[in-house]
C-alpha cells in the first residue's frame, strides 16, 4: 500500500518533471482549434492549440507562462488527450474537474494524471491546475471567449 508521504513525493516529483520539461510545449500554425486562458489571480496565461480531424484530436500543443501546477497539468492534459475523441475528450475534462475540486470524486483510472490529485489539499492551487483543461474545453467548442478560472 502505497502512503500519503510516497504520493506526494510522487506528486511533487511529476509536477517538477512537467513543469521544467514541458511535454507539447510550442505554437501549432495549422490548428483546427485553439482558446486562450487566464487565471488573474497569479497571472497563469496559456493558449491550448488543437488540430482536430474526424471528431479526433491527432495533436495538441500549448505555450503560455505561470506556475508549476498551471504548466504541469497543461502539460501532462497534452499527453492524456492526443487520440481521444471530442467526447472522450469532454468526459475527461468534466472528471478532471470533479477529481481536482471535490472530496470524493467518481472513481476512475486517470493514469498519470492521478498526480494531480494532490492539489485537492491546496485549495489556492485548483485554479493553477484547472486553467489548462478549462481552455482546452473552450478550445473544443469553439468558444470565443478567454477562459478563467475564477
Known amino acids: ?24 510545449f510550442h505554437a501549432m500554425e ?4 485553439v482558446a486562450q486562458g487566464h487565471n488573474p489571480l497569479c497571472g497563469d496565461q496559456l493558449t491550448v492549440y488543437a488540430r482536430v480531424e474526424e471528431g479526433i484530436v491527432q495533436e495538441i500543443s500549448f505555450i503560455g507562462h505561470g506556475c508549476a501546477i498551471s504548466t504541469a497539468s497543461a ?7 492526443r487520440g481521444k475523441t471530442i467526447a472522450e475528450v469532454e468526459e475527461l475534462f468534466r472528471d ?9 470524486p467518481e472513481s476512475r483510472d486517470f493514469g498519470k494524471l492521478e498526480v494531480l490529485s494532490g492539489v ?9 491546475a484547472t ?4 481552455t482546452l474545453h473552450n478550445a473544443i467548442q469553439q468558444a470565443r471567449e478567454i477562459a478563467r478560472t475564477e
Open 1 to 24: 500500500m502505497t502512503s500519503n508521504s510516497d504520493l506526494r513525493d510522487l506528486y511533487q516529483e511529476v509536477i517538477f518533471d512537467h513543469n521544467r520539461n514541458p511535454r507539447n
Open 30 to 33: 495549422n490548428a483546427s482549434h
Open 75 to 81: 502539460s501532462l492534459m497534452t499527453e492524456a488527450v
Open 96 to 104: 478532471m474537474h470533479a477529481m481536482l475540486t471535490e472530496s470524493q
Open 120 to 128: 485537492r489539499e491546496f485549495p489556492a492551487r485548483v485554479k493553477c
Open 131 to 134: 486553467l489548462a483543461w478549462h
